[in-house]
């Protein structure tokens, strides 16, 4: 049984909060927010909701905008970032009518439609997930463009290329791409994650363990424990929310840019994943290639056949594309295997029992809004298990060597990931009937989608970028 107004009525009382604040996610997966008093939070919030215009938030045209936002008394938790004691809650929007209803394009309500319709296929009645949060600490960033000058500056005391640094050479900076699980002292941000850990446990964040990434220059990763997919894309913009406010609560700023330093490990947001019917697990077979139940390679097969189009929503940046390049464990060739981090699909060795056999998709980051992402994760998975698509019949592996070193002649016959974000863009316009099924995606939604990440690219592309004038600039 969830909270009762009079439950989250007493929290404020027993805690001496005065603001109320609510968050609401826009279509590229940032929270925003408005408060209210404490004493204004009634019964008739909870009946009519809070009214604001949500063509400002990228989904709703400027002449249908009206909205109220219903907040989810399970969410509400004290916000520690903020100076007056704040209760903070999030929930759902709905449009305004004789009666409200869920509006159709807001990013929670498509990731519940997902587990609807998932329930009503009858294949499943659970999915669980498991994101791993991969992000930079560094000690400041300055970036500028205007039109006579561009670049930026990162500052990370620990890296290598602050060795000759009279401010920072206390002498334990990090090689290049040394950073994976590196102890004190030169693991300088290890209390800012443990922190952090702690901060999320009281967001309802399970967390599994943390450590330094393989970045030197300040890559970390806080890995959670699995849970229902709608909640977790809630914990994950709880996570999100509580890492950035962390360091810069500690001096820091954090990213989840895929890539922001050239030739360091990009950032990524693998995805872990099972399906649950009955509270019985549907991806185990001991049989099985790596025990791994029929229903789980259809869903794998539906995942591969789909990861081009998936890409626009799992890996919506610009950025998201320099990432996604051979040589930094990151995927680029569309394949299945076990414990091979080269593959788009990696099958964990290690997780051997029914309840715990699963698989993670490696190609989404975290610029992805997280409900849109695991939802469409869901539709294309579904979508491989009711057309029964064998994923080795159509040559996506298993390929359990090295995906980088495959002979010539095997590399050319094997799918690859798009290369830049209008390439996934013009995937997704061709292929997105699996994610429109049910009407889990509004067709308005796929359009403002492949809108925005066309408009994202070409402004990038219209832009020199300062290497062109090393490279170009005498000629």
């Given at each position: 049984?969830?909270?009762?107004?009079?439950?989250?009525?007493?929290?404020?009382?027993?805690?001496?909060?005065?603001?109320?604040?609510?968050?609401?996610?826009?279509?590229?997966?940032?929270?925003?927010?408005?408060?209210?008093?404490?004493?204004?939070?009634?019964?008739?919030?909870?009946?009519?909701?809070?009214?604001?215009?949500?063509?400002?938030?990228?989904?709703?045209?400027?002449?249908?905008?009206?909205?109220?936002?219903?907040?989810?008394?399970?969410?509400?938790?004290?916000?520690?970032?903020?100076?007056?004691?704040?209760?903070?809650?999030?929930?759902?929007?709905?449009?305004?009518?004789?009666?409200?209803?869920?509006?159709?394009?807001?990013?929670?309500?498509?990731?519940?439609?997902?587990?609807?319709?998932?329930?009503?296929?009858?294949?499943?009645?659970?999915?669980?997930?498991?994101?791993?949060?991969?992000?930079?600490?560094?000690?400041?960033?300055?970036?500028?463009?205007?039109?006579?000058?561009?670049?930026?500056?990162?500052?990370?005391?620990?890296?290598?290329?602050?060795?000759?640094?009279?401010?920072?050479?206390?002498?334990?900076?990090?090689?290049?791409?040394?950073?994976?699980?590196?102890?004190?002292?030169?693991?300088?941000?290890?209390?800012?994650?443990?922190?952090?850990?702690?901060?999320?446990?009281?967001?309802?964040?399970?967390?599994?363990?943390?450590?330094?990434?393989?970045?030197?220059?300040?890559?970390?990763?806080?890995?959670?424990?699995?849970?229902?997919?709608?909640?977790?894309?809630?914990?994950?913009?709880?996570?999100?929310?509580?890492?950035?406010?962390?360091?810069?609560?500690?001096?820091?700023?954090?990213?989840?840019?895929?890539?922001?330093?050239?030739?360091?490990?990009?950032?990524?947001?693998?995805?872990?994943?099972?399906?649950?019917?009955?509270?019985?697990?549907?991806?185990?077979?001991?049989?099985?290639?790596?025990?791994?139940?029929?229903?789980a390679l259809h869903f794998i097969g539906g995942l591969l056949i789909h990861a081009r189009s998936l890409c626009a929503i799992t890996n919506p940046s610009t950025n998201s594309y320099k990432r996604l390049i051979p040589g930094f464990e990151a995927p680029v060739t569309l394949a299945y295997a076990t414990a091979n981090r080269s593959a788009v699909i990696?099958?964990?060795?290690?997780?051997?029992?029914?309840?715990?056999?699963?698989?993670?998709?490696?190609?989404?980051?975290?610029?992805?809004?997280?409900?849109?992402?695991?939802?469409?994760?869901?539709?294309?998975?579904?979508?491989?298990?009711?057309?029964?698509?064998?994923?080795?019949?159509?040559?996506?592996?298993?390929?359990?060597?090295?995906?980088?070193?495959?002979?010539?002649?095997?590399?050319?016959?094997?799918?690859?990931?798009?290369?830049?974000?209008?390439?996934?863009?013009?995937?997704?316009?061709?292929?997105?009937?699996?994610?429109?099924?049910?009407?889990?995606?509004?067709?308005?939604?796929?359009?403002?989608?492949?809108?925005?990440?066309?408009?994202?690219?070409?402004?990038?592309?219209?832009?020199?970028?300062?290497?062109?004038?090393?490279?170009?600039?005498?000629?």
């Amino acid at each position: 049984m969830g909270r009762t107004l009079n439950d989250v009525l007493n929290i404020i009382r027993e805690n001496d909060i005065e603001i109320v604040d609510f968050k609401m996610t826009d279509i590229q997966g940032r929270w925003r927010h408005l408060s209210i008093p404490a004493e204004r939070l009634t019964e008739d919030t909870m009946k009519y909701g809070i009214g604001f215009d949500g063509s400002n938030y990228g989904y709703a045209a400027v002449e249908n905008s009206d909205m109220v936002f219903v907040p989810d008394l399970d969410s509400a938790v004290i916000d520690t970032f903020c100076a007056i004691p704040t209760l903070s809650m999030i929930g759902d929007v709905m449009v305004i009518g004789k009666e409200n209803t869920p509006f159709d394009q807001y990013p929670r309500n498509v990731a519940k439609r997902a587990n609807e319709y998932m329930k009503k296929t009858g294949i499943a009645d659970e999915m669980i997930i498991g994101p791993e949060y991969e992000f930079y600490i560094f000690d400041g960033v300055e970036y500028d463009n205007a039109p006579n000058h561009a670049g930026y500056r990162i500052s990370a005391n620990q890296s290598e290329w602050e060795t000759g640094s009279e401010a920072n050479n206390y002498g334990f900076q990090i090689a290049h791409a040394n950073g994976y699980h590196t102890t004190l002292p030169m693991d300088v941000n290890n209390d800012i994650r443990s922190e952090a850990c702690l901060t999320m446990k009281d967001w309802g964040v399970r967390v599994k363990y943390h450590h330094h990434e393989v970045g030197g220059c300040g890559q970390m990763e806080i890995e959670v424990e699995l849970d229902e997919m709608t909640k977790m894309a809630d914990n994950t913009m709880s996570a999100k929310y509580v890492i950035k406010n962390t360091a810069v609560a500690n001096g820091k700023t954090a990213t989840f840019m895929p890539k922001p330093v050239v030739g360091e490990a990009g950032s990524g947001l693998h995805v872990h994943m099972l399906l649950l019917k009955d509270g019985k697990p549907l991806f185990y077979d001991e049989n099985g290639y790596s025990s791994l139940s029929e229903t789980a390679l259809h869903f794998i097969g539906g995942l591969l056949i789909h990861a081009r189009s998936l890409c626009a929503i799992t890996n919506p940046s610009t950025n998201s594309y320099k990432r996604l390049i051979p040589g930094f464990e990151a995927p680029v060739t569309l394949a299945y295997a076990t414990a091979n981090r080269s593959a788009v699909i990696r099958i964990p060795a290690y997780a051997k029992s029914p309840m715990q056999k699963r698989f993670e998709l490696r190609n989404p980051d975290a610029t992805c809004n997280p409900y849109y992402a695991f939802a469409a994760i869901l539709m294309a998975g579904l979508d491989g298990i009711e057309k029964k698509i064998d994923p080795h019949a159509l040559g996506y592996g298993p390929y359990d060597g090295n995906l980088y070193e495959l002979p010539e002649e095997v590399r050319k016959s094997l799918k690859a990931m798009p290369a830049s974000l209008g390439e996934a863009m013009d995937e997704l316009e061709k292929d997105h009937d699996y994610l429109t099924k049910g009407g889990v995606f509004p067709e308005r939604l796929i359009e403002i989608l492949l809108k925005n990440g066309r408009a994202a690219d070409e402004h990038v592309a219209r832009i020199p970028h300062p290497e062109e004038f090393k490279m170009y600039y005498d000629l």
